[in-house]
């Protein structure tokens, strides 16, 4: 691979998004948000929309910029709507079907074409098998929860709920079941301030850059 991916993979809330916008920023790397692409799926979907139909008529784009990943549909920046928790729990029914995410990691990997940072569920096992570095960032449901709770500001009963099933569908899905990479560095980020955890990262990617 000429270019440098790092992968940064996790559950649910873990706080992967924040860390991989972080990395991206520090070092100048394009940002790739994956689970946007099983979002706009399901966002599609709900409007009876297919996906690639809407990808080969320019009606839907991915951005992928420092720090940022925005997806515009019929002109519009949707990237806000798709993340809230009702598309992530359509996100996570539609990345189910193995046919379409053997088409989904394509186009995934077809649009990164610079040094990237990507963060997903299986950016470090499927889609970047050969990444630069990869890690693997989790934490405790509850912690996911709160975290979730303090963005969105719903029924933490209900966050924690709807994480717990989304680790579920993703972890037990026939094909292409949510693991960590084998080579990941796994960190447990529970008790850690999102702070640590770039930190932490950044000691990892200094000695291997
Ligand atoms: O990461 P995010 O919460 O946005 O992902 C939404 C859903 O998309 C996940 O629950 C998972 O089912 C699916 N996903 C996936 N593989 C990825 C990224 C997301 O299966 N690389």
């Known amino acids: 691979m000429n270019i440098k991916v790092i992968t ?6 873990s706080g ?6 972080e990395i991206s920023k520090i070092l100048g790397y394009v940002y790739f948000n994956t689970g946007l ?5 399901g966002f599609l979907k709900a409007k009876n929309i297919d996906f690639f139909e ?14 940022q990943t925005k997806v515009i549909f019929e ?14 729990a359509l996100a996570s029914e539609v990345a189910k079907e193995p046919s379409l995410r053997e088409k989904v990691i394509v186009f995934q990997r077809s649009l990164v074409k610079k040094n990237a940072v990507v963060e997903g569920r299986d950016a470090g096992t499927h889609i970047f098998k050969d990444a630069t570095i990869k890690f693997f960032i989790d934490a405790d449901p509850k912690e ?5 709770y303090l963005e969105e500001k719903s029924s933490y009963e209900d966050i924690l709920n ?6 579920e ?3 037990n899905r026939k094909d292409y079941p949510f693991r960590p990479a084998e080579d990941a560095i796994k960190i447990d980020s529970t008790c850690m301030t999102k702070e640590e955890v770039i930190n932490l990262c950044m000691d990892y990617i200094k000695k291997v850059l």
């Open 8 to 13: 940064v993979d996790g559950p649910a809330s």
């Open 16 to 21: 992967k998004s924040s860390v991989s916008k």
């Open 37 to 41: 692409v099983y979002r706009a799926i």
């Open 54 to 67: 809407a990808i080969k008529e320019n009606r839907l784009f991915f951005e992928l910029l420092i720090g």
């Open 75 to 88: 002109n519009e920046d949707i990237t806000q709507e798709l993340t809230k928790e009702y598309i992530g």
């Open 144 to 148: 996911r929860a709160l975290r979730r």
């Open 162 to 167: 709807a994480i717990l099933k989304r680790d």
């Open 169 to 171: 569908t993703d972890k």
